[in-house]
Nanobody, 125 residues
């Protein structure tokens, strides 16, 4: 059974940092790209970052470039999202998800097969 479990969310002041983790099991972790998404109630889920399985290439949504860093530890079957200089507009539920392929195919939701339950990130001004 494929499982993705996010952790590390919380409440932080603007300008602060958080590191999210996504622990994966039930599939060949190092064969698939993994993405982070976020969603605010009433709005569509949007792609934030993605990391390839092969060479560790990454993609970031424009609003988080230079502030967020995605990484993976294949030995621990874990993906991380380091979030620095957080802004109130980063407030959302953050989800990790498995891409259908070993490379990042883009932020289209239907490109991703399995999803975690999400972790809440709240940034106060």
């Amino acid at each position: 059974e494929v499982q993705l479990v996010e952790s590390g969310g919380g409440l932080v002041q603007a300008g602060g940092s958080l590191r999210l983790s996504c622990a994966a099991s039930g599939f060949t972790f190092d064969a698939y790209a993994i993405g982070w998404f976020r969603q605010v109630p009433g709005r569509e889920r949007e792609g934030v970052s993605c990391i390839d399985a092969s060479d560790g290439s990454t993609l970031h949504e424009d609003s988080v470039k230079g502030r967020f860093t995605i990484s993976r530890d294949n030995a621990k079957n874990t993906i991380y999202l380091q979030m620095d200089d957080l802004k109130p507009e980063d407030t959302a539920i953050y989800y990790c998800a498995t891409d259908k392929y070993y490379y990042c195919t883009g932020p289209k939701l239907t490109n991703f097969d399995y999803w975690g339950q999400g972790t809440q990130v709240t940034v106060s001004s």
